[in-house]
Nanobody, 121 residues
């Protein structure tokens, strides 16, 4: 079994910063891309940022220049540093990764349960 567990969400004032973490655990052989998605109330889930196993990154237009994604391959962990937060960043943030389990040859998609980020004064 493989699990993704997010942490670091909470309440922050506009203009503030927050750092999310997502740790993968279980019978992991290889982790391919790791991604952060978010879903605001009444909105569709959207891709926030992604990072490949070699460290190449990609960002959604609404967060480019404010958010930074990084990963620690030794700890199977991905981070999302969020700065200059805006009320419209309020959402549940989900971690997602393509993972090849031990004994298998193809990657499967795994999701965390999400962590709530609220940006409000």
């Amino acid at each position: 079994q493989v699990q993704l567990v997010e942490s670091g969400g909470g309440l922050v004032q506009p203009g503030g910063s927050l750092r999310l973490s997502c740790a993968a655990s279980g019978s992991i052989h290889v982790i391919n891309a790791m991604n952060w998605y978010r879903q605001g109330s009444g909105k569709q889930r959207e891709l926030v940022a992604s990072i490949t196993s070699s460290g190449s990154t990609n960002y959604g237009a609404s967060v480019k220049g404010r958010f930074t994604i990084s990963r620690d391959n030794a700890k199977n962990t991905v981070f999302l540093q969020m700065s200059t937060l805006k009320p419209e960043d309020t959402a549940v943030y989900y971690c997602n990764a393509g993972i090849v389990r031990l004994g298998f040859f193809t990657a499967m998609d795994y999701w965390g349960k999400g962590t709530l980020v609220t940006v409000s004064s």
